[in-house]
């Protein structure tokens, strides 16, 4: 009888504890609850995101790199390299905006749909646009910098040229003449004579873009992807903007230069095999 | 005023009144103190993410996890090579599932007199205990970019395997998302995987619509939540909005060593597209078609069925409709429909004469074995079963880390084989419902606390009386991968 009894009260206590269990959850995801401070916004076209309907997206999809803190600090980020972005700094790489400058939503819009190659970063395209503009705005609630400041201006980007082998040519002058290839490489190897020195604004070690391997440039693909990125600089890393010194109509013939040095086949490809170009000469040799 | 560094993420809670919480947590350290475990489930490991990028509620996945199966197991960045991974990974997860459940059965064929061997009683008996689930071990992963792989051998709880999945895929074949291929035995493309339902009950932890046989039918091979052998093609656009598959199968269910027929095959189809629909969230349609044709008439040695020598084939059919809707983060419901109707000879259960070799057919010369050998008549009047079932699974994620879910299915008959049948012979009606938690949410193992409840019933097919059977389950338990 005593056992029985004894049974009995297990089996009670034993499902009371299973039962019991899951309401710790309850206790820990009232953390979820909206805090009227998450006012951030984001606008894309016509789109509104708003900072506190993204909690949940981030709390799924984000948090496990860039941390419940967005301070890149999530609980991968010591198996990540590149390490994830830290959101409180407010420096992105990918951007539409002159250096120094908040990127636009639609910057970060983009970036989350991209993806960004050689990191972990993958592409969320899967997302409603609803619901990558709320990540936006909770990205952005991270940062005092979009309290404070606004996004710079879009630089503005003109037409692209008809390519033609003087411009394959005047590229490769430019490629020489701002030395890019010190970075990366006389043939875009990523094997400049300064590419194993480069760190990023944290101190650590970074590679430049290895042209030559096939992977897609980060901030996207197209030439004026490719553009974008040498006159606005990737923010937080050694390369810089290159606004102040190349002229735009310089810059488009850089782009066609630099697809010559990529693996994929392109029209500029092709132009500059039968063009025979050879790769530079720096001054005092590669 | 907050300081920018804070995160709402990290506030306490505010409900819970300390010392119950205090009791919680005592609780939960003595009960679950496993939070440090430092091995990697194969893929979240391989790309450090967290269960929840790729799984609405582990195992079953999400929008994201699906174009990642889709492309192979594959991000489509750079990580995807297997140079990528670490030394350390070992591409393995397995998967059991330890639990306490109480089930009741209202009818059980018994002898009217225990050991008086007549078996001409029913009754109820209700048990309970702790239990095991059965053991998976999952390894698949990428063996070059866009070559993959993924074998599952998979045991029930008395630790007896058999391979569940084998099977070796190539993506992006000329570059295109558009044709994809895969070859072994798989699970079919069911928008709704069965293969990663989140219930756990006997009767709950299959979708029934994928499983059923009117009653007295002999078909097991249009089992459309069986993983079956075959040659898969499927494709998808870019961002996995448009999918479509192709499957041709062997009409084997997915056993081994062709069982049956020598030249018996199924195909199963199937077609979505998702749409963005706003605050709602990405919402999907589609449909699904299984045909085909398998043996009814197996040559014998000394009356033994001998496997492979299946011809007569006779045709089945299931198809239906697929919705994957969702209002906002928090809450989803899918819905699948299904119109089935198999050969009349299924229907008077020829078809698995293999498995089933002492199974007893009604025909034109009586009961006999259910072999449709050379002059086999169907009774007068016999006709093609056709059903029509729907399954309906609401979901409330309140958080990646819980969800709360429910299901309701109902299959109706719609024409039974046998003229004179009850109408409503063999109709089935379930209710599941039930909750997952999981207190911690890292890319290293998957650990939730589970609690469900079903209730099944079945018109007219008790054992002896030919009565409703009804059966109901409660769970209880850990189900956790690593």
Request: glycine share 10%; proline share 6%.
């Amino acid at each position: 009888m005593y056992a029985k009894k004894l049974t009995r009260l297990s089996i009670f206590a034993g499902l009371l504890a299973m039962l019991a269990l899951p309401s710790l959850g309850f206790a820990q995801l009232t953390s979820y609850q909206e805090k009227e401070w998450l006012g951030v916004e984001s606008h894309i076209g016509n789109i509104t995101g708003h900072a506190t309907a993204g909690v949940a997206p981030y709390r799924r999809y984000c948090v496990g790199c860039h941390g419940e803190l967005g301070d890149g600090n999530g609980e991968n980020a010591q198996w990540i390299d590149p390490k994830p972005r830290n959101f409180q700094l407010g420096i992105y790489k990918c951007r539409s905006t002159p250096t120094g400058t908040l990127p636009t939503d639609e910057d970060l819009f983009d970036t989350l749909a991209r993806g960004l190659d050689r990191s972990n970063m993958p592409a969320w395209s899967t997302f409603s646009k609803q619901e990558r503009a709320d990540l936006v705005a909770f990205v952005k609630h991270f940062s005092p910098r979009f309290q404070s400041d606004k996004a710079g201006p879009p630089i503005d980007i003109p037409a692209e040229p008809e390519v033609t082998d003087d411009r394959i040519k005047a590229g490769q002058a430019v490629f020489l003449r701002a030395e890019c290839w010190k970075c990366h490489g006389v043939t875009g190897q990523a094997n400049g004579p300064s590419a194993a020195t480069l760190t990023d604004d944290l101190g650590k070690p970074i590679l430049p873009f290895n042209f030559t391997e096939g992977a897609r440039p980060k901030c996207g693909s197209t030439d004026r992807d490719i553009y974008r990125i040498f006159m606005t600089g990737l923010d937080g890393t050694p390369m810089p903007s290159y606004a102040d010194n190349i002229k735009p109509d310089e810059a488009w013939d850089l782009v066609f230069y630099l697809r010559t040095l990529m693996s994929q086949n392109s029209k500029e490809k092709m132009m500059a095999k039968k063009l025979g170009l050879k790769p530079i000469t720096p001054p005092n040799g590669p | 005023m907050r300081m920018w560094a804070q995160s709402h993420l990290c506030q306490k809670a505010q409900r819970v009144p300390s010392f119950l919480a205090a009791a919680f947590v005592l609780l939960f350290l003595v009960v679950s103190s496993s939070q440090s475990a430092n091995a990697l489930p194969a893929f979240a490991r391989k790309y450090g993410l967290r269960c929840s990028a790729c799984h609405e509620s582990w195992p079953m996945l999400n929008f994201f996890g699906q174009k990642f199966k889709d492309n192979g197991y594959q991000l489509m960045n750079d990580r995807d090579s297997p140079i990528w991974q670490n030394p350390g990974y070992w591409p393995v997860t397995f998967r059991i599932t330890p639990i306490w459940h109480r089930v009741s059965t209202n009818k059980v064929q018994v002898d009217t007199v225990p050991g008086n061997g007549d078996g001409l009683g029913e009754a109820k008996i209700t048990s309970s205990g702790f239990d095991l689930s059965g053991l998976d071990f999952h390894t698949g992963g990428t063996l070059e970019k866009n070559f993959s792989f993924y074998v599952l051998p998979s045991s029930d709880p008395t630790a007896s395997f058999h391979f569940e999945t084998v099977m070796a895929r190539i993506d992006n074949v000329g570059g295109s998302p558009w044709f994809n291929v895969k070859l072994g035995k798989f699970e079919l493309d069911n928008l709704l995987s069965e293969k990663r339902i989140l219930t756990l009950t006997g009767n709950g932890g299959i979708y029934q619509l994928y499983h059923f046989i009117p009653a007295g039918d002999g078909n097991v091979f249009g089992q459309m939540g069986d993983n079956q052998l075959g040659l898969e093609v499927m494709g998808h656009s870019l961002n996995d909005r448009t999918r479509y598959s192709v499957a041709l199968l062997s009409s084997n269910d997915g056993q081994v060593g062709l069982p049956y027929g020598s030249e018996s095959y199924s195909t199963f189809i199937t077609g979505s597209q998702a749409f963005d629909t706003g605050k709602l969230g990405v919402d999907r349609v589609g449909f699904y078609v299984m045909a085909g044709q398998a043996p009814t008439s197996y040559l014998t040695n000394f009356g033994a069925p001998i496997g492979g020598s299946g011809t007569q084939n006779k045709g089945f059919s299931r198809e239906g409709f697929v919705g994957q809707f969702y209002f906002g983060p928090h809450a989803d419901v899918t819905v699948v429909t299904q119109h089935g109707e198999d050969s009349a000879w299924f229907g008077q259960g020829y078809g698995d004469y293999i498995d089933n070799p002492t199974g007893i057919c009604l025909n034109s010369t009586g009961s006999g074995p259910c072999n449709n050998t050379p002059g086999t008549q169907l009774i007068a009047g016999a006709r093609n079963p056709t059903w029509n079932g729907v399954l309906v699974e609401p979901h409330y994620v309140v958080s990646p880390q819980m969800i709360v879910l429910a299901r309701y299915e109902t299959i109706r008959m719609s024409q039974q084989s046998t003229p004179g049948t009850p109408s409503n012979l063999g109709n089935i009606t379930t209710y599941t419902a039930g909750f997952r938690y999981n207190p911690f949410m890292t890319s290293r193992a998957g650990w939730a606390y589970h609690a469900e409840y079903n209730w099944w019933h079945q018109d007219g097919t008790s054992p002896v009386t030919a009565t409703n059977l009804t059966s109901s389950e409660v769970l209880l338990g850990i189900d956790f991968d690593f």
